[in-house]
């Protein structure tokens, strides 16, 4: 369980300000998303809260605790990427267990996690397989058991069906959401799909160039948009 704090986060590449000042609250155990227009700086602030990224100024606070000078594997969060980053050479099991070994993961934890990640994602059945042997659906779902197997604070999701055809994207939203409820996790979930947004979420923060334009939940935002934009991003009758 995990409260997330940015404090006035910026950030620039160079001389080009992309993430003008961000100020939010991702409370324990929520589902977050962030959505908005393709280039808006969704996944540059999700990759700032991981570490990946620097913040160029500004505070990230994890319980209470700044972890903005702090290595992406001391933040005890687990990102999930649109590409699965699976490691070919490795077949599922060892693709599970090589982030427990890598944080030092008690030995005899270790085979428990996995088999438990492998229920709760159906893929027991796999753990043998190399994955270009998988489908994209049962890539992601290893990408999401290789986050589960950490038991992070926080779970941080970059547009993670974007590469799945339309129904597996449908179905594997449902599996997420389920997997929210089960783990009570904290969970920020970043796409650029309006559907997606409004049917996952408990908080919705639209982004638009690097500012955001509002939070709320996704039947605030419905109702009562701030601006045109945000009324005619998410679809609102005004
Ligand atoms: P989104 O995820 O919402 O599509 P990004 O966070 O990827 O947006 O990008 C936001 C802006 O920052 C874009 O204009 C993008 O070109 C720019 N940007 C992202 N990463 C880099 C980088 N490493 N170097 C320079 N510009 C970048
Ligand atoms: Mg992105």
Redesign the pocket.
């Known amino acids: 369980m995990a409260r997330l704090e940015l404090k006035s986060v910026r950030?620039s590449?160079?001389s080009?300000a992309?993430?003008h000042g961000i100020d939010l609250v991702v409370e324990d155990g929520s589902f977050t998303v962030?959505v908005?227009?393709?280039?808006?700086?969704?996944?540059?602030?999700?990759?700032m809260i991981a570490g990946l990224?620097e913040v160029s100024s500004g505070e990230v606070h994890l319980d209470g605790i700044r972890c903005d000078h702090l290595l992406p594997s001391a933040r005890g969060m687990a990102m999930v990427f649109q590409s699965y980053a699976l490691y070919p050479h490795m077949n599922i099991h060892e693709n599970l267990r090589f982030g427990l070994v890598c944080q030092k993961t008690p030995k005899a934890e270790i085979e428990p996690r996995i088999q438990r990640a492998a229920e709760i994602l159906q893929i027991s059945h796999l753990l043998d397989r190399k994955p270009s042997q998988l489908s994209g659906g049962q890539s992601q779902r290893v990408a999401i058991g290789r986050a589960i197997v950490k038991q992070p604070k926080a779970f941080l999701f970059?547009?993670p069906l974007s590469n799945l055809d339309a129904e597996l994207r449908v179905k594997m939203r449902g599996e997420i959401v389920a997997l929210h409820q089960r783990l009570k996790a904290t969970m920020v979930y970043?796409t650029?799909d309006q559907v997606e947004a409004m049917t996952m979420a408990d908080t919705i923060v639209v982004?638009r160039n690097?500012r955001i334009e509002q939070v709320g939940s996704p039947a605030e935002l419905y109702a009562r948009p701030v601006n045109q934009f945000v009324a005619g991003f998410l679809g609102s009758p005004q």
């Open positions: 950030k590449f160079g080009t992309v993430i962030f908005g227009p393709s280039g808006c700086g969704k996944s540059t602030l999700l990759r990224e970059d547009e970043v650029h982004l690097g």
